[in-house]
């Protein structure tokens, strides 16, 4: 190929790649460690650039998407990396966003997306865990290794992350528990079912004969609690198993301060599973938690008026935890 033909061909895919989204652009810097065989990425906000003593580690709850679809000419979408937060946060805190393993960081379009067989392998509350922790080991001995507090939030199936993380990583400093629950995640779907006997949607037939079917399916599970191959409600059978080890067991191990968060009406986590963590921490006489309930809140800390109008407060919860850091838990 000669220099004009060169030439061309740079100038043919130009716009491709002024339109795709890139760290750079969104002020992240990517680092990459190498993990069974996989790779581990993920990104630090570098607004500035400077030293940081105070690490803010986000973990994100289910799903499979890449971190951003669309270009320049049409409005990004950010699938559960928090860009407006990562902007607001203070400057004193790096923040940092681990991406699942197997996922892309960008793709332009969703359309005949599907996730990697890579990602289908490992995603799982465990190996997220162990994923985070060489993540911490690694900030903490290579990036700041002058960090005094390294606190982590888990939302949704990340709080089952971040219990599960703290037993594992001695240099993490607190730990923020959000939208989770004490119990496995069979009890949740229990409770809801329960829940929709008492409230008249399903008759007492109904409602056991839907528990007695949960019951055969996740037996069927532990039958091959290993398979990737195998799904039970559109989840691997080693998604499942993972997800159903009881945060409770891994809380109460934890000596750290812990804030526990949730809305009065979560519509993914019965909030009586989460009380249970406040009342096992009292019979255990541990004074290392805090809790607050979000009012009239659902998963996602979003507040809906009797007009229908929304008010979010997700940003709230994530500085109430910074308060407790910086104040109460001293």
Sequence with gaps: MNLFQKILLILLFFPIFLLAQTPEKQKLKEYIIPDKGDTVRFYIYTADNLPKEKVFIYLHGSGDLPMVNGDDT????????????????????????????????????????????????????????????????????????????????????????????????????????????????????????????????????????????????????????????????????????????????????????????????DDKVPIEASDLITAEFIRHRKTNLKSKVYLNCNHNFEEIKENGTKISHWKEMFFDFLDLIDKDFK
């Design 74 to 265: 049409e409005p990004c979408c950010y699938n559960n990396y928090p860009k407006k937060l990562m902007a607001e946060f203070p400057k004193d805190y790096a923040f940092v966003y681990i991406q699942k393993v197997g996922l892309p960081y960008y793709l332009k379009t969703l359309n005949n997306y599907t996730p990697s067989p890579t990602f289908t392998r490992r995603n799982n509350v465990l190996d997220r865990a162990e994923v985070a922790d060489k993540v911490v080991n690694f900030i903490k001995k290579r990036i700041y290794p002058n960090a005094k507090t390294i606190a982590v939030l888990g939302h949704s199936e990340g709080s089952d992350v971040v219990a599960k993380l703290a037993t594992l990583n001695k240099n993490i400093t607190h730990i923020c528990f959000s939208a989770g629950n004490a119990t496995p995640q069979i009890f949740n779907d229990i409770l809801f079912t329960r829940r929709q006997m008492q409230e008249g949607k399903l008759s007492a037939i109904q409602a056991q004969d839907k528990i007695d079917e949960l019951m055969k399916g996740y037996n069927q599970v532990y039958q091959d609690p290993d398979s990737v191959k195998d799904y039970f409600n559109g989840d691997t059978y080693k998604w499942n198993v993972a997800i159903n080890e009881p945060p409770i067991e891994n809380l109460l191990k934890i000596k750290i301060p812990i804030f526990v968060t949730i809305g009065s009406h």
